[in-house]
């Protein structure tokens, strides 16, 4: 199958999801996760789809700095400054945690060394802020903990 049907396919998949989630009044981002969680689940073998090239400096260039511009461009420098300790009393032990708890869980569930389990805890343990910013956004959660 071509790269664009592959492309195609994806979007509309997306479409449907997000009407279906608009509908059932569920974030968007969980029903995504739901939707995939299924197909996986379900091992669809139907469609055999090629696996997608992207160069890793195309997100780091084009994608990455204008989320990142947006997410730091509706910052409130106040209220930074006024959460800045609860901030950085949950990032820092918070990242640590979730690090050395996927680690340790990936080394004793895949059986895979505990430096290549560590280094993807490392990897995944930093939650996408502006993923996060847009599901508070969309659940109308209070801007003092959307900011923390």
Do not use: C, W
Request: without cysteine.
């Amino acid at each position: 199958m071509s790269i664009e049907i592959q492309l195609v396919v994806f979007l509309t998949v997306a479409v449907l999801v997000s009407y279906i989630a608009t509908r059932l009044r569920l974030p968007y981002a969980i029903a995504m996760v739901l939707t995939g969680l299924g197909v996986s689940l379900l091992n669809l073998r139907v469609i055999q789809f090629e696996p997608l090239k992207l160069d890793p400096h195309l997100i780091l260039i084009t994608f990455l700095p204008p989320l990142l511009f947006e997410a730091a461009y509706h910052i409130d420098f106040h209220q930074l400054r006024r959460y800045l300790r609860p901030i950085v009393l949950l990032a820092i032990p918070g990242v640590i945690f979730a690090t050395i708890l996927t680690g340790l869980l990936m080394h004793f569930t895949l059986q895979i060394t505990l430096v290549s389990a560590l280094l993807f805890g490392v990897i995944v343990a930093a939650t996408d802020p502006v993923a996060v910013i847009a599901l508070f956004k969309q659940l109308g959660v209070d801007k003092r903990l959307s900011m923390i």
